[in-house]
């Protein structure tokens, strides 16, 4: 390509010229005397439409000897904005408007984004509850001045609530059923901090489609539901009734089930694989659940790219949806090697031994989600794909891993207020994917577990050191321990507590999804600054006591997320023995059993209510010569955590002076359903009960207490915040009566 030398370079308007010459030249790379050629020129070109100021652009070459040209830039500069106004407006103030308009005064005059801001107002005018506005716009053009003035012309209407949603039409699914699968809503009591009850366009058209594929996915395959005969009917200018006309149609119901193209498989097995029955009703997404699930099928034993097609048949006969599934086989794969990408600063081991495949393994499917499950469950990583990779050896793939690195680590600091331990300040340092080895990476990649908390507040003081090593000796056997020392005066008005020690611990998943956990603890129960009013009971354990413990625990948790948890348990149990052999004071001489449990239920299929419950028991007994559990150590209920109508420990059997001095056995019930006010918070109602008996192995819950409330759910610098208003129903004679106000950080589950 030859190149050329600019001669002169002219800058030509067409047009007025309400742009700087100085504007053009500085978005061009060719200048007067230097080299150019046609590639440069569409560089340039590209460059001043980018701008946006110009509605035409030419370049005209003229030669003047030999390699030297002169060119000519025609610009048609685009009408600039001299003012933007609003006319009509009286609800809505004119400043205001103008934060919703890119439109802008002295910026380039755009048509097409004056029309887009037309739609922003309409849509910011709906939100507000004006669902009948209309925005139109005008434009002023000044042709010797070069500039234009944007009118935008308003008709407010009245501001409208939304009084209800009805259907005609629907025989066969209730109007609750399809109102459920709406974010258009009617207005109710909470609509101001929802922002439900008024009608967007947008959003209504968006439920139409909600509206059609519920209706498919009950097998209403051709259902209609016309946006034009939708009805909207205004029983007084600030209310609107919509009413949603339906043709539901016949519902369709699965015919007859083949299986073509599979050699491997009988069809007999193949059908009790997929979960679609003759007969059932046609739904969509199940055929496309059973396409997976029989290439899954297929895969676990190394088939990696079985294909499986379904082909619908509409039987004429029958008047049901024969289903044929088309199944291409793919020859079987091995496990070639494992390719890893994207880490960082984790260690390959530790992404290794996540792992369920390995190399010269039959490379299955169903093993590969299995470790992309257990990568994601690490939380090291933002974002885990685990795919298969082709290699030139027939039948053998790599297992590709690519990872993306998460933040791991965290420095906390501030102050914070519940309605148990009142004012804190702390500061803390955690960091999940700990490398105690490992300075130069800051001390990251190898997986270990290290935290350390240091707490001061009015009523408490924590400080705690932990640390854990989740594969020791490359084995899947955690080792752990922590150091703590915390002091506490909320326990009770007539003494303060102290416990110092530490903790050591080994844990092992033992089958499937239960683990098992074994600890030793040692700490020094410290009873202070005892009251002279207080019993013989509270005074009989002042000064220091020490606890020499050996637990266990098993635990199966199937919880799909641990805060905002939606589906799946949570069931632990747990044993401990201290004194005895273990040493330790005398009076720390027993023994204890508890068991937990909680289960998540979403509610009408939807992860947005849910129905959580919970329930306890556990009972404690002293043994050798000890003549009783100490007070410390035994079961108490009332507080943020178990009963929330009840102050904290106030459920309990009590010594002489009425002081809470707790029981050997409890038993604790909750059931609490909540759901999406405004992401993420939710609103909860509860009910709780609970009981706890002054004997061992005494559950009979004659005592018990219990009380019903409300609360809200949301987080508070990334850590989720309980604030819950509990209401006594029936409780013991000597717990304070009255209604309690709880807030906690933390889960209860």
């Not at 498919?216 to 949603?244: A, C, M």
């Not at 059932?280 to 290439?295: I, N």
């Not at 219990?706 to 000597?734: H, M, Q, T, Y």
Request: glycine share 8%.
């Amino acid at each position: 390509m030859p190149v050329f030398k600019a001669g002169t370079i002219t800058i030509k308007f067409v047009g007025t010229a309400n742009v700087n010459e100085q504007v053009v030249r500085a978005n061009m790379q060719v200048r007067e005397g230097g080299d150019f050629d046609a590639n440069m020129l569409d560089r340039d070109l590209r460059s001043l439409y980018r701008t946006g100021l110009f509605e035409l652009i030419e370049f005209k070459q003229e030669v003047v000897e030999g390699n030297v040209l002169n060119l000519v830039v025609e610009v048609t500069p685009k009408y600039r904005v001299l003012a933007v106004k609003f006319e009509g407006n009286v609800k809505m103030k004119s400043n205001r408007l103008e934060k919703e308009a890119k439109t802008r005064p002295n910026f380039a005059l755009d048509e097409r984004q004056v029309k887009d801001d037309a739609g922003k107002l309409i849509e910011f005018y709906q939100k507000a509850g004006y669902n009948q506005v209309s925005v139109t716009y005008t434009i002023d053009r000044d042709r010797v001045g070069g500039f234009g003035t944007v009118i935008f012309k308003i008709k407010e209407g009245a501001k409208v609530k939304i009084t209800d949603i009805r259907f005609m039409g629907n025989a066969h699914v209730k109007a609750g059923a399809l109102k459920g699968e709406m974010e258009t809503k009617k207005w109710w009591m909470f609509s101001w901090l929802t922002g439900s009850g008024r009608f967007k366009d947008d959003q209504f058209e968006d439920d139409l489609d909600k509206l059609r594929d519920y209706y498919r996915e009950h097998g209403f395959l051709d259902v209609d539901i016309p946006q034009d005969k939708v009805v909207f009917s205004y029983p007084s200018p600030d209310k609107l009734l919509i009413t949603i006309n339906v043709t539901e149609g016949r519902q369709y119901r699965v015919g007859e089930i083949n299986f073509t193209g599979n050699k491997l498989y009988a069809t007999t097995l193949l059908k009790r694989v997929a979960r679609i029955r003759t007969g059932m009703v046609f739904v969509p997404s199940k055929l496309d659940k059973d396409t997976e699930r029989v290439e899954d099928f297929y895969g676990k034993d190394g088939y990696l790219q079985t294909n499986v097609r379904i082909l619908r048949k509409p039987n004429i006969a029958t008047g049901a949806i024969d289903i044929d599934y088309q199944i291409q086989e793919s020859e079987k794969f091995n496990v070639e090697s494992i390719v890893i990408e994207g880490n960082t600063k984790t260690k390959s081991t530790v992404i290794l031994r996540e792992l369920v495949l390995g190399p010269g393994d039959v490379f299955s499917k169903v093993m590969m989600k299995i470790s992309k499950l257990r990568l994601e469950n690490t939380r090291f990583f933002e974002d885990v794909n685990v795919t298969d990779q082709e290699t030139n050896i027939p039948g053998r793939r790599n297992m590709r891993i690519a990872v993306k690195e998460g933040r791991t680590g965290n420095l906390t600091f501030g102050a914070g207020f519940s309605s148990l331990e009142r004012a804190t300040l702390f500061a803390e340092v955690s960091q999940s994917n700990f490398d105690i080895f490992n300075r130069r990476s800051f001390f990251q990649g190898d997986g270990q577990k290290f935290r350390l908390r240091l707490q001061l507040g009015s009523l408490s003081s924590e400080a705690v050191l932990s640390f854990e090593e989740p594969w020791l000796f490359q084995k899947a056997l955690a080792l752990g321990f922590s150091v703590f020392r915390s002091s506490s005066d909320y326990n009770s008005s007539y003494y303060s507590q102290v416990e110092t020690g530490f903790e050591v611990y080994l844990c092992k998943r033992l089958f499937e999804l239960v683990e098992g956990r074994v600890a030793y603890t040692y700490k020094v129960v410290d009873i202070k600054d005892v009251s002279s009013s207080a019993s013989q009971v509270i005074r009989s354990l002042e000064g220091n006591n020490a606890l020499s413990e050996v637990s266990f625990q098993l635990l199966r948790d199937t919880r799909d997320k641990i805060i905002n948890t939606t589906a799946g348990n949570r069931i632990e149990i747990n044993t401990a023995i201290a004194g005895g052999p273990l040493g330790g004071s005398a009076i720390n001489n027993y023994y204890s059993l508890e068991v937990r449990g909680s289960q998540f239920f979403p509610v009408f299929e939807t992860q947005t209510q849910v129905l959580a419950l919970i329930g306890r028991g556990g009972v404690i007994q002293n043994f050798g010569d000890a003549t009783d559990v100490p007070y410390y150590s035994k079961y108490y209920l009332g507080g943020p955590t178990t009963l929330r109508g009840y102050e904290f420990r106030d459920v309990s059997p009590r010594d002489a002076f009425n002081e809470p001095i707790g029981g050997k056995t409890y038993g604790f019930f909750s059931a609490e359903y909540s759901l999406d006010i405004v992401s993420p918070i939710r609103a909860a109602v509860f009910y709780d009960a609970g009981f706890v008996n002054k004997g061992a192995y005494d559950f009979n819950p004659r005592d018990y207490a219990d009380n019903f409330g409300f609360g809200l759910r949301l987080f508070v610098a990334g850590a989720p915040l309980s604030l819950d208003f509990g209401i006594p129903i029936k409780g013991p004679k000597d717990a304070k009566k009255g209604n309690q106000f709880n807030f906690s950080f933390g889960t209860r589950f």
